[in-house]
């Protein structure tokens, strides 16, 4: 690194201070070379942006025996912005964790018509990336120091020596600059200029630090990255389905509830269930990824609203048909009316009237049946089953003019779906998705803290007894990450609002589900109690729900569950 020592006439008094501080390098070389090893690796450790600028800051003041500094980085409108300001005589420190606003303004390194801003040290340093040692600020020429003696006027304080320091990264971008005030003599505690070798040390330590905020963005703008892809895919399934769109989004927060609740549990099965921040990271990856598998999956199945929808509701078709039916009864007792009036059976024509409204009537209600057939329901029994086949024979006369069944094979079939809206067939393609979201997560070359992700997102169809898909794992073969999603995944299914077949369940609803499923060892038990014991449901409810589905909830009639530990309310709490 380039650097500029100012010419003063304290020159001499620099020599001088370089002199006696060699006699003392011998024996504080090494402790400095350790203290400076072990910041680099203290700087190489830390996540945190502003944890790391006050610890770059404290570390060359500790090292150095400097009083005060400053640390800037540099702004995308070419400014440097004060990050941390310490001054230990005066008491001061703002920025970094403090939570202090630094109450000046960026210092811009170019003037409204783009020419350097050479007069102060820090832009100067930043500008031409050198170092600028300077043994006494109050009679060095060629610098602007103003500001600092109207500091000095109003704090009693005397800023003398600087050393200004710039910290370009290993490309030779500038990433800030570091400012050390007033060295201090070990042995008598006055302000002394800054030696050759303290200046080494900053610039050596200045790199260090350049390096650590360079690679520390650089994590951040890869991890932005993942994230905004990661955006992209829930807005692709979002864009081809907002049902399951809204789910993408609502999963996630629901079992970052769940785990929060188990990782603040003092007693029972998660007494001793910790996530670190970077597992609670990995968790929520997870959970924005766990239905990426169904951008593959026909938009027609996915928003299947009703029994017999493809690209349209075909009920209307059906519809028509009864038309046609009732259009040629009425043709049928015009001709038997005629018929009989010519006969002189005139005596006929009320029977056959009652008749013809007795047949209308029933059309009507076997409209409305199939109608309400065509809407996903909980279950159908057999008897309702029959019921279509038996509408199934009549026979109407298409457009060609032949006789055919009034059903086809595939209305019937669609028509007597048990449960919801999806045939078998559809059902699996449905499934699919987990199968190909699996897939594609672990095609992905993940780091060391992500490498969970698939496990974690391809689990929350599987069952604690096994029998769920696709790999058929038991319990003890997931982790309680993949079961805390699978609850979640189910409880968003149950109370999602925007489902274009069914209507949200209310709390009640939701939670005897659950408590079914816990008993047909469906979802864990244990993470079913602490769903409830510490209310997540109701957590998420407030956030989510619609304020009719959130009823007060008679926990003893949830079935499996039994009241593991007292809950406290609210008096005025709305459930």
């Known amino acids: 690194m380039n650097s500029t020592q100012v010419s003063t006439p304290d020159n001499t008094q620099l020599d001088r201070f370089d002199r006696v501080g060699r006699n003392r390098v011998d024996t504080d070389i090494f402790d400095r070379i350790e203290k400076l090893n072990a910041i680099g690796i ?10 790391l600028l006050e610890m770059i800051l404290i570390g060359a003041k500790g090292i150095i025996n400097a009083d005060g500094g400053t640390l800037y980085t540099v702004t995308e409108n070419q400014e440097l912005k004060f990050e941390i300001m310490i001054t230990n005589s005066l008491g001061i420190k703002m920025g970094g964790t403090t939570g202090k606003p630094i109450p000046f303004d960026p210092i811009p390194l170019h003037d409204a018509e783009g020419n350097p801003n050479s007069s102060m040290v820090v832009a100067y340093a930043a500008l031409n990336h050198k170092t600028v040692n300077i043994p006494d600020a109050y009679v060095v020429e060629g610098f602007d120091f103003s500001g600092t003696r109207a500091f000095d006027s109003k704090t009693h304080y005397r800023s003398k020596s600087f050393l200004t320091v710039p910290m370009p990264n290993h490309e030779g971008e500038l990433i800030g600059v570091l400012q050390l005030i007033n060295a201090i003599d070990d042995c008598t505690g006055e302000i002394i200029p800054f030696s050759a070798q303290a200046q080494r040390v900053a610039e050596s330590l200045a790199s260090q630090a350049a390096v650590a905020l360079s690679n520390h963005k650089l994590v951040q703008e890869f991890r932005l990255l993942f994230e905004s892809f990661i955006g992209l895919m829930a807005k692709a399934i979002d864009d081809k389905s907002p049902y399951t769109g809204g789910h993408c989004r609502r999963v996630p927060d629901l079992t970052m509830l769940l785990a929060e609740a188990a990782c603040n549990a003092t007693e029972g099965t998660f007494k001793d269930f ?32 009703t029994k017999l929808e493809t690209i349209f509701d075909r009920i209307h078709l059906i519809d028509t048909r009864f038309e046609v039916l009732k259009r040629d009864a009425e043709i049928a007792l015009l001709n038997q009316k005629l018929a009989a009036l010519e006969a002189g059976n005139s005596n006929q024509i009320p029977t056959l009237e009652a008749e013809f409204h007795q047949k209308i009537q029933q059309y009507d209600l ?31 006369t298409d457009s060609t003019g032949n006789p055919v069944p009034f059903l086809s ?36 070359p993940y780091p060391k803290n992500l490498r969970r992700v698939p496990e974690f997102a391809g689990g929350h169809h599987e069952r604690m007894d096994g029998k769920g898909y696709p790999k058929g794992l038991t319990r003890d073969q997931m982790s309680v990450q993949a079961r805390m999603m699978g609850i979640a995944d189910i409880f968003e299914a149950l109370s999602a609002r925007d489902r274009p077949y069914k209507k949200g369940k209310t709390l009640t609803e939701c939670l005897q589900i659950l408590g079914k499923m816990k008993l047909d060892s469906h979802i864990d038990p244990d993470l079913f109690d602490l769903f409830i014991d510490q209310q997540v449901y109701l957590t998420y409810a407030r956030k989510y729900l619609d304020p009719e589905q959130i009823d007060r909830v008679d926990l003893d009639k949830i079935p499996g569950y039994k009241v593991s530990m007292p809950i406290s309310m609210p008096n005025n709490q709305k459930y």
Not at 42 to 51: K, V, W
Not at 276 to 304: F, M, N, Q
Not at 373 to 380: A, D, H, R, S, T
Request: proline residues 1%.
């Open 42 to 51: 203290a700087l190489s450790a830390q996540r945190d942006t502003q944890s």
């Open 274 to 305: 910790t996530m670190s921040e970077e597992d609670r990271y990995e968790l929520k990856v997870a959970g924005l990824l766990h239905d990426c598998g169904k951008v593959t999956t026909p938009v027609h199945v996915i928003d299947k609203s």
């Open 409 to 444: 094979d595939d209305e019937i079939y669609n028509l007597n779906i048990t449960k919801g809206t999806l045939t078998a067939e559809e059902r699996e393609i449905i499934n699919h998705h987990i199968v190909v979201t699996i897939d594609m997560l672990e095609e992905l």
């Open 366 to 396: 076997d409209r409305d049946f199939l109608r309400c057939c065509n809407v996903g329901g909980e279950y159908m029994s057999d008897r309702l089953k029959d019921r279509v086949k038996s509408i199934a024979n009549y026979i109407w």
